[in-house]
């Protein structure tokens, strides 16, 4: 049975859509917004003068981690792309600058979250770096001016004008190497900046300050064994004049820099190391010049003695490639940042300290599996390390846990067939997990279906089943039932079959007599599917053959209807939701959306759009499509009941989207805009062509946002803390008389009991406060007694009575006290008529008064 609908009908429908798509304006209340996943392991990451906080890049924002607990403090917003270069300010260690593709370069205060300044320089800049020699000057890699060839880069100084305003432009720029790399590691300071070297290709390059020349020393790419002689990374030593390099072949060498003589063949010296058996990756000195780190694909830290190399410690197994490596300047921590998007920070005593793990991207950097949403934790399920399916929290950007699929060892070989995970689905109750491993060697192909349950104990999945070859060819699509009463798996393969897989003995996944079968197979006139999807109610399951759409009956596996849309085969397939369960979707390689109504089977409407991907939202009627458009992709969202779109937003990223998922909200919306109602129950998240992970969200969101981030002003650089609102601001003038006595000996502010800054205090994580010694003259002030009652006319007493004796002097500080006692408080202009002044001889003769001996009145008033 088939039914297309009549002709005037379809491109009646198929008109009004269209129309609807392109006169639709995209609402300016939802933005596309990067909600995180990004590489965290682009650039080399920083750690504070203190080592209590870590600090790397993270695509358009600069994110700040504490090293204790590994949770995220900070998030610097500002740069409007990619984050390229971070180093600490040498002349203040509570501030880091940053660089960015956008053309500024940034200073922050990373202890709360401030912006201090911008400094804009409208050129790409693809590397910074900073020398304590240099004050207020900054050096940044930028392409070479005039070259229209973009791999040609060259070193600059920028000096950093000091202005008043936020924003500053940057004019003075002086070139100080040409043809350098534009990678952060290929260019170091040595001697706390005499001198730079820089490594592109097989040219070492070094540039001396003092003298401002440039030396330079150009190899070939091969020697005489065949060995790769190409740069792969410098570093400098912080003491000596030592020049380390690694290179493709795995060896470092220690160049010996003189200073006039380095172009010279006979005249520099070098030492070489071997222990890599792939290219060095990255080479970091210790602040005090003692060892040098090493890493590469091997996932091991090497420790060099400097000047000892034969000695070398190890710390192994460190789980994927080392990319960069960085030391805290007390040389307490050592820093390394991996290509599974992961940063390990460990101690000098070879500890692990931390692990930061970001949203791993797959093995080739590709994300294979579709992106699912774990009913229990909420969290982002997909492929991560090699063999893996990581289970990532999209609220606070870290990975929860990884879930080993494979089970076996992975080795970092080219050319080297392993087991990847290639599909996984979840059931709706996130009781059972269904995941396909494959491996390919020559023309053998080996794939095995693992059901995993979740255990309750553990807290994780538990393999369940193993099912070796489920189909003779590769699994196209897979999805679990959405009906609770029963459990059931459906595949489809390539053999041109689809399997039903059922829960035998008990549905609960705890029961150790849970097993797994397969029920029913079906096929379609020995076409290949491609799609498969239930239905809300669990009552019907839709398998796309090529062109034609199946329907069959859970209860029976009878076939009900077909439905075909020539030309072009199925690429989506989704049912409706809640009161459009009556709809089936399905977009076809032909630009092609297709809506069939099952009550009536026949084609209720379709539109000529390329729809790339097609995603249902489980908690509402909405359905949201990406389409591609003069390679831009822009998304609408509609319901399968009306051919008019309730949002629609032109370009949302450039390239594809490859994959996308609805997340249910912890706390739903309460828009009334229809064009940001769609975003009330759940959060639409979609997977960029670069593995950018992106989302929706409306303005009030980000208002909110950014109020619970906003920063207060502060007061002489003095961080806004519990203790700061504790002790409150102690400097302020005295701007009101005093009246009484105690007014004036005491001007200590006593808080209440049960105050809530007090509360605040001691509520607020250890981490996020600023170490003792910021507050301890802030806190010692508060202590002290305000000087308000000292008056004038007393120190005028004091500066007179300087050249009495000592007897004289501690008589006239207690009469001084005495007076001070009688006269009380003292008003502006009225000091002179109350208390009149008497000269330095009436007071000598009114202290041999006091001191005369006057007992003899006594006795003779007694006699």
Request: glycine residues 6%; negative net charge; aromatic residues 8%.
């Amino acid at each position: 049975m088939r039914n297309r609908g009549s002709p005037r009908e379809r491109e009646s429908q198929r008109t009004k859509f269209t129309g609807q798509v392109d006169k639709m304006v995209a609402s300016v209340e939802v933005r596309v917004a990067r909600c995180g996943g990004s590489r965290i392991n682009f650039i080399e990451p920083i750690i504070t003068l203190d080592s209590r906080f870590l600090l790397c890049a993270s695509g358009d924002e600069v994110h700040v981690y504490s090293t204790n607990t590994e949770e995220r403090v900070h998030i610097l917003q500002g740069h409007t792309d990619l984050v390229t270069g971070l180093r600490l300010n040498p002349s203040n260690h509570l501030q880091v600058y940053s660089c960015s593709l956008d053309g500024t370069v940034k200073l922050w205060d990373f202890t709360d979250a401030l912006l201090i300044k911008t400094y804009v320089v409208r050129y790409k800049i693809f590397s910074l770096y900073v020398s304590k020699n240099h004050a207020g000057t900054v050096f940044i890699i930028l392409p070479m001016a005039g070259n229209t060839n973009t791999e040609s880069y060259q070193l600059v100084a920028l000096h950093l004008p000091k202005t008043t305003g936020p924003e500053v432009e940057a004019t003075e720029i002086l070139s100080v190497l040409s043809d350098v790399s534009p990678i952060q590691r290929a260019t170091s300071f040595g001697r706390g900046g005499e001198f730079i070297a820089s490594a592109n290709g097989v040219q070492l390059t070094v540039y001396f300050f003092r003298n401002q020349k440039t030396y330079r020393r150009v190899g070939s790419s091969t020697d005489k064994k065949g060995a790769k002689n190409r740069f792969t990374c410098v570093s400098c030593h912080p003491k000596d004049d030592c020049i380390a390099t690694g290179h493709e072949d795995g060896k470092i060498r220690l160049w010996q820099v003189q200073l006039r003589n380095f172009n010279q063949k006979k005249e520099y010296t070098y030492s070489t190391d071997h222990w890599h058996h792939s290219a060095v990756n990255a080479l970091h000195f210790t602040p005090e010049g003692t060892e040098l780190l090493s890493g590469g694909v091997e996932s091991v830290l090497v420790l060099w003695r400097y000047e000892a190399s034969t000695k070398k410690d190890f710390v192994p197994r460190l789980g994927s490639a080392i990319d960069h490596i960085s030391v805290s300047p007390d040389g307490s921590l050592y820093c390394t940042s991996h290509r599974d998007n992961k940063i390990v920070v460990m101690k000098s005593s070879r500890d692990i300290a931390a692990v930061i793990q970001g949203l791993v991207k797959g093995v080739y950097n590709d994300i294979r599996t579709d992106l699912l949403i774990d009913p229990r934790t909420k969290a982002l399920v997909c492929n991560g390390k090699p063999g893996h399916l990581q289970f990532y929290s999209l609220r606070h950007d870290k990975q929860l846990y990884n879930l080993d699929i494979v089970q076996q060892e992975y080795i970092h070989e080219s050319g080297l067939h392993q087991y990847e995970v290639t599909k996984a689905a979840i059931d709706a109750q996130g009781s059972w997990l269904a995941t396909v491993e494959e491996r390919q060697e020559n023309a053998e192909l080996d794939i095995s279906l693992k059901l995993w349950a979740y255990d309750e104990t553990t807290q994780s999945f538990q393999l369940n089943t193993t099912i070796s070859m489920p189909h003779e060819g590769q699994i196209s699509a897979m999805c679990f039932s959405s009906c609770s009463e029963t459990t059931m798996l459906v595949t489809t393969g390539q053999d041109g079959h689809f399997k039903a897989w059922l829960l035998a003995n008990s549905p609960n996944a705890q029961d150790e007599g849970a097993s797994w079968s397969c029920d029913f197979v079906g096929s379609y006139h020995h076409r290949k599917p491609s799609r498969c999807c239930f239905s809300a109610d669990g009552s019907l399951l839709a398998v796309s053959f090529t062109e034609v759409v199946t329907l069959w009956s859970l209860s029976s596996w009878e076939l009900l209807v077909t439905f075909s849309q020539p030309p072009g085969e199925i690429r989506d397939l989704c049912f409706g939701r809640l009161s459009c369960s009556k709809y089936l979707l399905g977009t076809t390689t032909k630009n092609l959306l297709c809506c069939w109504n099952l009550l009536t089977c026949s084609l209720e409407w379709s539109s000529a759009v390329d729809v790339i991907l097609l995603q249902p939202d489980p908690l509402s009627e909405n359905v949201a499509a990406f389409s591609l458009t003069s390679g831009n992709v822009d998304l609408f969202v509609f319901k399968p009941s009306e051919p008019r779109p309730l949002f629609s937003q032109k370009a949302v990223c450039s390239g594809s989207v490859r994959r996308a998922v609805f997340a249910p909200r912890e706390e739903m919306l309460d828009s009334c805009d229809e064009s940001t109602q769609w975003l009330n129950r759940s959060q639409l998240y979609f997977l960029t062509e670069r593995v950018e992970l992106m989302t929706f969200c409306t303005k009030s969101e980000e208002d909110q946002i950014m109020a619970s981030s906003k920063q207060l002003v502060i007061d002489d650089s003095v961080a806004v803390t519990p203790f700061y609102l504790l002790l409150g601001k102690h400097r302020k003038s005295q701007r009101e008389t005093q009246d009484t006595i105690s007014n004036q000996t005491t001007a200590r502010m006593q808080l209440p009991q049960g105050s809530t800054t007090i509360r605040e205090l001691l509520h607020t994580p250890a981490h996020v406060l600023p170490s003792a010694s910021f507050l301890c003259n802030m806190f010692v002030s508060s202590l002290l007694i305000s000087k308000s009652g000292v008056r004038e006319d007393g120190s005028c007493r004091e500066e007179e009575m300087e050249s009495e004796n000592e007897e004289e002097a501690a008589e006239q500080e207690s009469e001084g006290e005495m007076e001070a006692g009688v006269q009380g408080p003292t008003v502006q202009g009225f000091m002179t008529e109350l208390t009149p002044q008497l000269s330095k001889a009436q007071e000598r003769e009114l202290r041999k008064l006091r001191k005369t001996d006057f007992s003899w009145v006594g006795t003779l008033l007694d006699s």
